[in-house]
């Protein structure tokens, strides 16, 4: 099975420049690219020689294993821009999570920017535990290392220079954090809470 870049509906946006997101939606199709590049190449190793190519082939899964976790975290990304900026719903199972966890939606979105500010490139997550049923939002250095197991993405944030190299220098992070925000759909995180409360 080969994977395709999705489309994804992503309208004019406040303070991210449609040259970024083409940039970035490059970058995203890239991944895809190489994921099927690396499950191409060791079925073709193992037809060659299976046993001899064994280190090969164990080599290139660690690689894929970044290749689909940027495919897939890029997915989570632009699904979050898609038709436009779309406020969170008052008094919603979202909005009680996050208030139970953090004590308003406000500290929320603060802890949330404060997790943004961590030195470094990586990624911002919002995961859902449902054994605990709590929030969690945490750092990600590498895509494919470090994700809290087994638990669901509600909202992820790119925070490697390339999602806003083209509109803000390194320094300014900050403030692309804060436009990313500002053009989150809601709704999509919701819809991701919703079902892993159900």
């Not at 690689?63 to 699904?79: A, I, L, S």
Request: net charge negative; hydrophobic share 40%.
């Amino acid at each position: 099975m080969m994977y395709s870049p999705r489309t994804f509906a992503i309208p004019e946006l406040k303070g991210i420049s449609q040259k970024q997101i083409d940039v970035h939606l490059a970058l995203y199709e890239g991944y895809i690219k190489h994921a099927n590049l690396i499950m191409d190449k060791i079925e073709e190793l193992r037809s060659q020689d299976a046993e001899g190519n064994a280190y090969l082939m164990a080599e290139l899964r660690r690689r894929f294993n970044f290749e689909f976790d940027g495919m897939r975290m890029h997915e989570y990304y632009f699904e979050q821009l898609e038709n436009g900026s779309l406020r969170p719903q008052a008094e919603s199972p979202l909005m009680d999570a996050a208030v139970d966890r953090y004590g308003s939606w406000d500290n929320f979105i603060a802890h949330i920017k404060e997790v943004c500010g961590t030195r470094g490139v990586g990624w911002t997550i919002v995961y859902y535990d449902p054994a605990a049923r709590k929030l969690h939002t945490a750092w990600i250095t590498d895509q494919e290392v470090g994700q809290l197991a087994g638990l669901p993405i509600i909202l992820a944030i790119d925070m490697w220079e390339h999602a806003f190299m083209v509109d803000y220098m390194p320094a300014e992070k900050k403030n692309y954090v804060e436009a990313f925000l500002e053009n989150v759909n809601w709704e999509v995180i919701e819809k991701r809470f919703l079902s892993e409360v159900v």
